[in-house]
């Protein structure tokens, strides 16, 4: 009689264990879905970050610090570039007047400004404005010269231009890779 008892409470609990299991799977398969979130459930609003790792997984790259706002631009103060330094947390955004004589290319500007003796290689990206469009993202990469790593992304800097400069984010192995392929 107690044996019986017995087996009657495990049943009832290994039920009890195994809806408890099921539910615990079902609230993790939708929160992980996307068709819910956990917070969601708790009653937590969203938070304002935007997270950009899928942007990132289809091929997108965002630079560090994210894009860039626009910078209003004079026209009386003749053709100019935006350049935006982005160091840690901090980042320094100034106007450059370009030459109406000669074109200016990016290593001429990391020449002129010194910037990878402050920061070592350098990641550079350009936001060129594209007419009415989202702008078009040109980047490149510096050594510890001061010169592109690779002489066909040497751009042409345009009136307009946005150049943001960050210091190389790289891993070690990414960058003994790239001075392997690019030692040539």
Request: aromatic residues 4%; proline residues 7%.
């Amino acid at each position: 009689m107690l044996l019986k008892i017995a087996v009657q409470r495990i049943a009832v609990t290994r039920g009890l264990v195994q809806r408890i299991a099921l539910c615990l799977l079902a609230v993790g398969l939708c929160t992980q879905s996307g068709c819910i979130t956990l917070s969601a459930l708790m009653g937590q609003k969203r938070s304002p970050k935007i997270d950009t790792s899928l942007l990132a997984a289809q091929g997108y790259s965002i630079p560090p610090g994210g894009m860039p706002a626009p910078v209003a631009m004079d026209p009386s103060e003749g053709p100019r570039i935006v350049l935006e330094i982005r160091s840690g947390e901090s980042q320094h955004i100034e106007k450059l007047p370009l030459p109406v004589d000669r074109g200016v290319f990016v290593d001429d500007l990391v020449k002129q400004t010194e910037l990878n003796k402050q920061l070592g290689n350098l990641s550079i990206s350009i936001m060129r404005p594209n007419g009415s469009g989202a702008p078009l993202r040109l980047t490149t990469t510096t050594d510890k010269h001061g010169r592109s790593k690779n002489m066909g992304q040497n751009y042409a800097l345009l009136p307009g231009d946005h150049v943001i400069v960050y210091g190389d984010q790289r891993t070690l192995l990414e960058r003994f890779i790239d001075d392997q392929v690019f030692a040539q």
